[in-house]
């Protein structure tokens, strides 16, 4: 069989080609084109012509997974009409892979023309990983959930900035659990009634209880007792000049609004997940059977695998997220310590964490495994024994996708099930 491949080094603004036979020889002179339909079109007629003239049976083509700037490309040539008699193989490599082999082929300068050239020896090499399949619906699913994914991400660095504006503005109530939650409504409409530290201070306590009640919403067990730790923290705080109150004052509630703006594009963010879940129905009933999995856990899940039938078993799927560890052994020698290796898709490994971080507090079984490797673990342990949990899910949840079944609890130890004639 007649192989070919085709190395690209791709940029926001051009692709450098590199095309090698078999043998590792130039079936055509190295060129770049634009990063663009016309230039991918260009690819592609190049790569036909190539397989015309030297009976090409196969088609390899390897590119970095370099942000976005491949991702059209990518998937216009898998999706190419006349490319498909060629059974192309589209790989999208990790840099550090490159780099690494890059090093075995001697001492190689670092320009764009060598990465596209190690691409496709790199390709020639074998030991290739799977290639990445195209189904629009889940890149559909999967935009909106990575969406998702970056507007929280946003919605906690906005509120640890705030977090550190409050404790220069109000050290004391940083410093003392005066309210259940510093982002409360009662606890961010106190710089809306109040412009200064000082301002609360001279607030007679009935007033203060009633604004308490007022904004709480009678949430408060005893206002009264609440208002008065209000004001032991505001005698406990320091004080700042007038002028950076102001500005302070200013920061603050401009923070305020952009994580009340954040949190509403969340929630439109979530609705437009639930309707675009609705085309993967047997996927995410069988998820979502499972108690603690939620509709966004769900399709985060369903959007970062992309097809169960791309694993070929939960040990695979694990790899693929990152949730697998290390080893260390020479001779006699093998480590005590291993470290989980994080080369993986890191949405996905984020989703099976969110989802044993649920399947702790509602599944016994898993309940019970997360306390056992909690107390064996000497450092971290709550971060060590949720990721051994995960792990543990990825058989769960590759189960259940494989087999396209809904989560049946197993019958607690002692457990009688009565059968009815």
Request: with cysteine; glycine share 4%; proline share 3%.
């Amino acid at each position: 069989m007649n192989k070919l491949y085709i190395g690209m080094d791709i940029s926001q603004c051009d692709v450098k080609v590199y095309i090698l036979n078999q043998e590792g020889n130039e079936v055509t002179n190295r060129f770049a084109v634009d990063n663009n339909p016309q230039g991918a079109e260009s690819i592609a007629s190049c790569i036909l012509d190539c397989c015309a003239k030297h009976n090409i049976d196969k088609v390899f083509v390897g590119l970095e997974s370099t942000s976005v700037y491949g991702w059209h490309l990518q998937f216009y040539l898998a999706d190419h009409l006349e490319l498909k008699s060629f059974d192309p193989t589209i790989i999208s490599f990790n840099a550090k892979i490159i780099d690494a082999f890059k090093k075995s082929l001697g001492n190689l300068p670092k320009n764009d023309w060598i990465d596209a050239f190690t691409i496709a020896e790199r390709l020639r090499f074998g030991r290739l990983p799977k290639s990445c399949p195209v189904d629009f619906r889940y890149l559909a699913l999967q935009r909106l959930t990575r969406h998702r994914f970056h507007i929280v991400d946003n919605i906690v660095r906005e509120k640890n900035y705030y977090l550190s504006n409050l404790f220069l503005k109000f050290s004391g109530l940083c410093q003392t659990k005066v309210f259940a939650s510093n982002f409360g409504a009662v606890a961010t409409e106190l710089f809306n009634e109040f412009f200064t530290l000082d301002d609360i201070a001279a607030c007679p306590l009935d007033e203060l209880v009633d604004f308490m009640v007022e904004h709480g919403k009678d949430h408060f067990k005893d206002p009264k007792a609440t208002a008065t730790e209000l004001k032991d923290a505001v005698r406990k705080s320091y004080r700042m000049t007038p002028c950076v109150d102001n500005s302070l004052n200013f920061v603050i509630k401009s923070c305020l609004d952009n994580i009340q703006a954040l949190e509403k594009q969340t929630k439109a963010a979530e609705k437009a997940i639930i309707k675009e879940i609705a085309g993967f129905k047997n996927q995410y009933l069988c998820l979502t059977s499972i108690k603690g999995i939620g509709p966004t856990i769900a399709a985060g899940l369903i959007s970062e695998i992309g097809g169960i039938t791309r694993f070929d078993n939960d040990s695979a799927l694990a790899k693929y997220s990152g949730l697998y560890w290390s080893e260390r052994q020479s001779a006699d020698f093998i480590a005590e310590d291993t470290y989980l290796k994080r080369t993986g898709n890191e949405y996905l490994r984020y989703y099976f964490i969110q989802a044993a971080d649920q399947l702790r507090k509602y599944l016994p079984e898993y309940s019970q495994y997360y306390s056992r490797k909690f107390k064996e673990a000497k450092t971290h342990k709550h971060k060590r024994a949720l990721v051994l949990t995960a792990r543990k899910a990825v058989r769960l949840i590759f189960a259940l996708l494989r087999e396209e079944k809904l989560y049946k609890p197993p019958a607690r130890k002692g457990e009688v099930k009565l059968t009815h004639k």
